[in-house]
């Protein structure tokens, strides 16, 4: 396949300036926009239709059937579509880049028939092992299913160091959940990544709701540094926390709790409803403390049941509630906005890191000094900036 003559950085700005520009075609009006930047608009335009021009015939017919097919809600374009951009291949990524941009343009005409408010609700579920979230997912799920919501999980599974393999056994448990038509399991390997939550996990969730799905979960391994990062891409945060587990409240970082919206004291039936009672009191009165991050919401605690389905609608409830006020009061479209900030300048760290690491000064002299750091002979801290000035002096 012949690989494109600009810049891919260049190549996707086109890509982005021109699907906005089709969703906004005033933006070039005199009043709004000054003559250079339509300039560089159009510019953008003639630059996106060479690179239309570019791709082979079979990339064109690929990216046709799988946008046609996942805009019309077929799960297995869907699928397909999230094994694109989770590969690591470069000429498949740039692909999934393009196909990308076209779900974005076609959700935003979505939100602008619905009045600019988006059309799904992300919510995000975190807990410590064994806190119950696969059942859980999975009778809330069937609930929201058979009330005519289309729901699609990303599921994410604790990768071997080793051999970056995954048991995927999320949807193993969620058997009766994986068989409704009206749902969409997806199944991900952490491949290394702490928390599993990455940029595919992000663009993910785009091509879910591209493909219909008005309710998206993300579910995190555990409870750790990763639910900083679930917390930065979903519209409300879920803290599922079983009962009986110890001294809870040590047991979790106060951070984690601050920034969530709901926490959800699970299993709670049988011997274990008197635990969980006084858990939820703890966290009743734990949560009273904590310093808000709304306005307009106060963090609720609730109990549930999954083998009883005992709360689950209270639990949605409750999520409903939360949606409309974050709505009304704009607090969630503000919140989505600054998200796109965050995973910017994520994805930023990432890249700078990847062509640092493989920039040919560093690692020609990354060898050596990784000895000499070994050995005790030079600090870390002067190693990093040995490789930081020859990365520099290599690059201008």
């Given at each position: ?8 950085f ?8 021109l699907?906005?520009?089709l ?34 015939g ?14 019309g ?6 699928a ?13 990524k ?13 959700r935003?005409?979505q ?22 979230k ?14 005519g919501?289309?729901v ?9 160091c ?19 038509m ?6 991900s ?10 940029r ?18 993300v579910?995190?391994v ?6 900083f ?31 969530a ?13 008197v ?11 734990a ?8 306005k ?10 999954s ?12 999520m409903?509630?939360y ?7 704009g607090?969630?479209q ?9 995973w ?15 920039h ?5 002299a990354?060898?050596?000094?990784e ?26």
């Open positions: 396949m012949r690989h494109l003559c600009l810049p891919f260049r190549r996707i700005t086109a890509i982005s300036l699907h906005r520009s969703i906004s075609c005033n933006l070039c009006h005199p009043e709004t926009v000054s003559n250079h930047i339509c300039k560089q608009w159009r510019a953008a335009s003639t630059a996106l239709n060479r690179h239309i021009q570019e791709l082979s079979p990339e064109q017919r690929l990216l046709n059937k799988l946008y046609a097919g996942l805009i809600g077929q799960r297995a374009s869907l397909e579509s999230i094994t694109l951009v989770e590969t690591q291949h470069p000429r498949k740039e692909l999934a880049q393009v196909l990308l941009q076209k779900v974005l343009a076609y935003r005409e939100e602008t028939h619905n009045g600019g408010q988006p059309l799904s609700f992300r919510v995000g579920l975190s807990g410590p092992p064994g806190a119950g696969s059942s859980f997912i999975e009778v809330m799920g069937k609930m929201l299913t058979g009330r919501h289309k699609s999980v990303l599921a994410v599974d604790p990768s071997s080793t051999t970056g393999g995954s048991l995927m056994g999320d949807k193993t448990r969620m058997t009766e959940l994986s068989r409704d009206n749902a969409f399991i997806r199944p390997p952490t491949s290394g990544t702490l928390g599993g939550v990455t595919t996990t992000n663009e993910a969730v785009v091509l879910c709701e591209g493909a219909g799905y008005d309710v998206v979960l579910e995190t555990g409870v750790g540094q990763s639910e990062a679930v917390a930065d891409m979903v519209d409300m945060f879920v803290l599922l926390i079983p009962p009986a587990g110890g001294d809870e409240l040590q047991g979790i970082k106060r951070g984690i709790i601050e920034r919206d709901l926490v959800v004291v699970t299993k709670s039936d049988g011997d274990l409803v635990p969980a009672r006084r858990i939820q009191a703890e966290y009743t009165s949560m009273k403390l904590l310093r808000r991050q709304s307009s919401w106060n963090p609720k605690v609730v109990r549930v049941s083998n009883s389905a005992e709360g689950i609608p209270e639990v949605w409830a409750k409903q509630s949606q409309r006020t974050m709505l009304g009061s607090e969630l503000g919140r989505r906005q600054a998200q796109q900030k965050v910017m300048w994520t994805l930023i760290q990432e890249n700078v890191l990847a062509h640092f690491r493989h040919p000064a560093v690692r020609e990354l060898p050596h000094l000895e000499r750091v070994t050995r005790g002979h030079i600090s870390p801290g002067l190693a990093s900036d040995l490789l930081l000035k020859a990365f520099l002096s290599s690059s201008l």
